[in-house]
Nanobody, 122 residues
Framework: QVQLVESGGGLVQPGRSLRLSCAASGRTFSNYAMGWFRQAPGKEREFVAAINWSGGNTYYADFVKGRFAISRDNARNTVYLQMNSLKPEDTAVYYC???????????????WGQGTQVTVSS
């Protein structure tokens, strides 16, 4: 079993940066692929980024356009999402997820955090 806790969200101005963290419990963290998803008000949950168990392979949604970077530190049981050049349309609740495979579909992940709010205000 895996428990996930996101942190690092907040209110930022357009063009600024945030780094989200997702801390996982247990010694099995390195066995899981990790993903970041977001859900804006009135919209469906959408894929943002994913990383495989070793950190050697990463995947990004097209709308990220090189602004975001996902990474993981297995020694600290933590996955990160570095978000640069934030835009108002990035405003959403951001969730981290753990799964057996590195997928871009939210329903393929097994474990979810409670989310952290990111608000980009113009």
């Amino acid at each position: 079993q895996v428990q996930l806790v996101e942190s690092g969200g907040g209110l930022v101005q357009p063009g600024r940066s945030l780094r989200l963290s997702c801390a996982a419990s247990g010694r099995t963290f390195s066995n899981y692929a990790m993903g970041w998803f977001r859900q804006a008000p009135g919209k469906e949950r959408e894929f943002v980024a994913a990383i495989n168990w070793s950190g050697g392979n990463t995947y990004y949604a097209d709308f990220v356009k090189g602004r975001f970077a996902i990474s993981r530190d297995n020694a600290r049981n933590t996955v990160y999402l570095q978000m640069n050049s934030l835009k108002p349309e990035d405003t959403a609740v951001y969730y981290c997820a753990a799964g057996r495979f590195t997928m871009t579909q939210w329903n393929r992940y097994n474990y979810w955090g409670q989310g952290t709010q990111v608000t980009v205000s113009s």
